[in-house]
């Protein structure tokens, strides 16, 4: 596993805390993957109701606070794929 992925795994543990009622994947650009679900965040590419896809460095500012979610996906730096309720529920949580 990557440092970035290892990194990204402890920040969503940290963010999201007991987990996620469902599944979501962080896709990090040229890095990999990290599922988020009902058991916390892992490394893996399972399927997940919802995909959230950046750029490492937006990952990572969204994760510092520096970049609000909403902001990334209205931008461009966040690109969803499934469920909208589910990643509006993850915005809420890593704002």
Not at 43 to 63: I, N, P
Request: no cysteine; proline share 1%; glycine share 14%.
């Amino acid at each position: 596993m990557s440092d970035v992925i290892q990194a990204a795994v402890a920040a969503l543990s940290e963010k999201l805390g007991d987990g996620f009622a469902g599944t979501a994947k962080f896709v990090l650009e040229g890095e990999g993957a990290v599922i988020v679900d009902k058991d916390g965040a892992r490394a893996g590419d399972d399927d997940a109701d919802v995909t959230l896809t950046a750029a490492v460095d937006d990952f990572q500012a969204m994760m510092e606070g520096d970049l609000n979610p909403t902001t990334a996906f209205m931008t461009g730096k966040l690109t969803i794929d499934g469920d909208m309720g589910l990643a509006m529920q993850l915005g809420g949580a890593l704002a």
